[in-house]
Structure formats: C-alpha cells, structure tokens
C-alpha cells in the first residue's frame, strides 16, 4: 500500500503542487507599470509627442509599450537596450526613421522619461542627459512627476 501511494503522490500530488507554483510565481506576477514622466508645469512632453506621429506608429508604440509592461526587464535587442546610467532605449524603426523613447527602471516599474525620432544610428548624448536629469527629477518627487490619466484610451 505504501508503495502505490508513493507513486500516487510523485505522479497526481507533485505535479499538481509544481503547477500551482508555476501559476502563483509566474503566471500571476504582477506586470510591470509604465508611469510618463511629467514636468513640473504638467506638460507630458512624451504625449505630446506620440500625438504628431502618423496613427500606423502611434498603433505601434502602444503595441512597444504593452510588450514592455509584459516582458520588464527581459525585453532585450533589437527593441530594449541599455544606453548608460541605467537609462534603456525601446525603439521602433518604421521606413528609414527610428523612434526612440528613453525609459529608466525604478524597482519593478518602469518610467519613461524622454522621447525622440531620428536617422542616426545613435542617441545624442544631450538626450541621455536630459532622461537622466528627469529620472532625477521623478526619484526626488514621484507624485509630482507622474502622469495619471483616468481613461488611458484618451492617450492613444
């Protein structure tokens, strides 16, 4: 009887147990939030810009920013890579234009910061300094520099 009821549990209890942990631990983590840096004046400088881009990139960035809230800190080259400092491109290439937007990771969330389009294959440098002094700027006040918006739809 001990026998079959070893058997029993290797082959019914653990297998049942391992799924519950894969669920609890994996499946149901919490997603990463993405919060838009605001200026102190209330301006959305990221809004604003993602509202001059054609509707076919604005569809694509919100299907960026969704896979970024998905995947975190596992998203990697050629959509996410780290710049310096802690400060992460995500890009989108449509035609011959890159898009860039510069975001930082603060705990498991992930900020973004500054925004940009351009030929180059690289950031200017005056960008990264300018998403560091905003991620500066959040980390001293987040409530001040957090854009909340009651209807997320209104932004896209």
């Not at 939030?33 to 959305?44: F, P, Q, R, S, W």
């Not at 993602?50 to 604005?58: A, D, F």
């Not at 011959?96 to 950031?123: M, T, W």
Request: glycine content about 6%; some cysteine; hydrophobic content about 35%.
């Amino acid at each position: 009887m001990g026998q079959k009821l070893k058997k029993y549990y290797f082959f019914v209890i653990f297998p049942c147990s391992f799924i519950a942990f894969m669920r609890y631990y994996i499946i149901e983590m919490p997603r990463t939030e993405l919060i838009t840096y605001k200026e102190t004046n209330g301006d959305v400088p990221l809004l604003r810009w993602l509202g001059t881009l054609s509707h076919k990139v604005r569809y694509k960035w919100e299907a960026r920013f969704e896979l970024l809230e998905q995947s975190g800190y596992d998203l990697r080259r050629p959509i996410c890579d780290i710049l310096r400092d802690g400060i992460y491109e995500l890009r989108l290439r449509k035609g011959k234009i890159q898009y860039r937007v510069l975001c930082a990771f603060v705990g498991q969330n992930i900020v973004l910061l500054s925004h940009g389009c351009s030929k180059e294959d690289k950031v200017p440098e005056t960008e990264i300094d300018k998403a560091i002094v905003n991620r500066e700027k959040y980390l001293a006040n987040p409530s001040i520099h957090t854009y909340k918006c009651e209807d997320k739809e209104a932004t896209r």
